[in-house]
């Protein structure tokens, strides 16, 4: 019995440390990513004003040599290397402008990291997996808090072709907020509240899989509804929220997934999140 539960939490504790590198590692990536495409719009202003320049200069040069007759012998020499320096600080700015822009790409490309692999899956079992190890996550920094978990997953579901690893991050992500808001309105209400989380796992007509996750948190105000896909956008205190789970789960669900991802939403009644997603299924 001592060496089973041993074996949970160190399991449990390799997980957590696992899920922490993994979040790093996609806030890294996002903030990186971001930050390439802020960059970008600027560089793209100084290269093309410095091109104009060296245009402009150009046009100079020919005014200087058209006013010839006009201009003492000296200061036409000086105009005319003043007006070539300048054309040569133009294309130096241009050439290294360029080699920034060639280094963003280069960012760009590299977070946006290898496409995820579908594979035949068990749904019905990963979400399982995930929602417990939520469940359980949440536990270990606080062992006298509870909630009640109802699981509907339908039985003997076909295998079917998804991203492992990135839907199950989806999961996690729904689920890790699920827990902070039951908790959060657990300590508000106290004993008369009884915090719940039921989970549905289905194949539709064969072709959809539809996931979903309802909890009797706090809910959401529309504002904060319209704002939860936003990168970073968190309301928890620093150090607790990334504010990139949403937005992840999101990109998960409807661009790598070609699925849809509703909200219901109410203030002190809870949250459903819905994952609608096409799916082809393994015989
Ligand atoms: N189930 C939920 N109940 C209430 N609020 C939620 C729920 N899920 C998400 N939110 C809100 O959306 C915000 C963004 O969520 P998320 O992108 O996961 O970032 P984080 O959890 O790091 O704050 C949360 O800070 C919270 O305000
Ligand atoms: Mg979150």
């Known amino acids: 019995m001592e060496t089973t539960e041993n074996t949970l939490r160190e399991q449990i504790a390799n997980l957590q440390e696992q899920l922490h590198r993994q979040e790093k590692m996609a806030s890294l990536g996002m903030l990186s990513a971001g930050i390439a495409h802020e960059i970008q719009n600027p560089l793209n202003f100084v290269i093309n004003f410095s091109k104009m320049s060296a245009k402009l200069t150009d046009d100079l040069v020919q005014l200087i040599d058209d006013c010839a007759e006009q201009l003492d012998q000296d200061d036409r020499a000086d105009l005319e290397d003043i007006a070539a320096d300048l054309k040569e600080n133009m294309e130096k700015i241009q050439e290294h402008g360029e080699r920034a822009i060639s280094i963003i790409r280069g960012i760009l490309l590299h977070s946006r990291g290898k496409a995820g692999e579908k594979l035949p899956t068990d749904v019905g079992k990963l979400v399982h997996e995930y929602v ?3 469940y359980h996550a949440m536990r270990a920094g606080d062992k006298t808090f509870n909630i009640s978990i109802h699981e509907d997953i339908q039985e003997g579901m076909p295998l079917l072709m998804v991203v492992p690893q990135d839907l199950s991050r989806a999961v996690l992500n729904v689920m890790n907020n699920a827990c902070y808001t039951v908790k959060e309105r ?4 106290g004993a008369e509240y009884t915090p719940t989380i039921s989970i549905k796992v289905a194949l539709e007509g064969g072709t959809h899989l539809h996931i979903t996750i309802t909890d009797n948190g706090m809910g959401m105000s529309q504002e904060i509804q319209q704002k939860i896909f936003e990168n970073f956008f ?3 205190p620093i150090g607790q929220g990334t ?4 937005s992840i789960t999101r990109d998960i669900v409807t661009r790598q997934h070609q699925g849809q991802l509703l909200m219901a939403s109410e203030p002190n009644v ?3 999140f819905t994952f609608i997603i096409p799916v082809k299924t393994v015989k």
């Open 270 to 272: 809870g949250t459903t």
């Open 186 to 189: 657990a300590a508000k209400e």
């Open 243 to 246: 504010g990139l789970g949403m």
């Open 132 to 134: 417990w190890l939520s």
């Open 234 to 236: 968190t309301t928890k």
